[in-house]
């Protein structure tokens, strides 16, 4: 699958270049949708299997069912296969969140996702930082391919709590 959680290679435009210390960059969107802090918290963490583009970028495609559940990020088959996507380690409602990250993969494989929500004058801004690309089989690729992938993912987030989108 090529995908968000393929770690294949990817040819992505907007990708940074490593950084002169040889580290490569975190990938950082930020996004703004209506409402309140709280309410994008919830849209985002309660809600995110309405949400998320499972038939793109999921372990086992469209039908499974996304969830915060506990400290971990899960996704479900239709057969009752679970795929551990993150392990949640600093959940700090409705402000933020910071978690492991490794669908489809090992957690030896993993790297970490902070997603931060703050007020701002049009509604709720959602921060999402991608980083540890250390941790990835595979770094440069794993990066390149989260660049790419992000967008889109967050783009479904505004559209599902009423924003315009992309």
């Known amino acids: ?79 009752g296969r679970t795929a551990v996507w993150g392990s949640i380690d600093d959940w700090q409602p409705p402000l933020s969140f910071h978690a492991s990250w490794h669908p489809g993969t090992s957690a030896v494989w993993s790297t970490e996702v902070r997603v931060a929500f703050r007020t701002v004058e049009d509604g709720t801004e959602l921060r999402l930082v991608h980083s540890g690309w250390e941790g990835a089989e595979d770094p440069a690729a794993a990066r390149a391919d989260y660049a790419a992938g992000w967008p889109g993912v967050l783009d479904r987030f505004v559209r599902f709590m009423g924003g315009s989108g992309a």
């Open 1 to 79: 699958m090529d995908n968000l959680f393929s770690h294949a290679a990817s040819e992505a435009a907007g990708t940074a270049e490593p950084a002169s210390t040889g580290e490569l960059d975190p990938v950082v969107y930020t996004v703004v949708v209506p409402g309140a802090v709280a309410r994008a918290f919830m849209g985002f963490t309660e809600h995110t299997h309405l949400w998320w583009p499972l038939e793109e970028h999921s372990v086992y495609g469209a039908g499974s069912y996304v969830e915060f559940e506990e400290n971990l990020v899960l996704e479900s088959a239709d057969d």
